[in-house]
């Protein structure tokens, strides 16, 4: 969010091997997470919708998908923007769930950053807890 960055040219060069390693492991572990929960976490409650509920592979592949996409927007979207609407006393629901929209696309403006008015604990307890 443009408040932490390496002053010196050392900590610039750490930066981008830092960046030349992590990110090809950070997808080389989603890959393999994805293909180790994509049986428990697609294909099974989508046979279980078919045989359970008698769904056709293509109507039960769409409940299990709308129901996946309403808990993915509600855990990391309206309840953080509720949490942050709360906390934040001069934000709106609008402004935390923007807040958190950017902070998840990994845009990270810094046009609205929590903690900016309460005190340097309640800052950085904010901090922490939106990384």
Known sequence: YGTT????????????????????????????????????VTHTPIHNLQVFWGLSRNHA???????LAFCTATLFFLLPAGALCLLETDWNYIESL????????????????????????????LEFATS
């Open 5 to 40: 960055v390496p002053l010196s040219d050392e900590g610039r060069v750490f930066c981008v091997v830092y960046c030349l390693v992590g990110i090809p492991l950070t997808l080389l572990l989603l890959s393999s997470l994805t293909h180790a929960l994509l049986p428990w």
């Open 61 to 67: 592949a769409l409940l299990h998908c709308s129901v």
């Open 98 to 125: 923007y807040f958190c929209f950017i902070s998840l696309s990994t845009t990270g403006l810094v046009d609205y950053l929590p903690g900016r008015t309460q005190s340097r604990a309640a800052r950085q307890g």
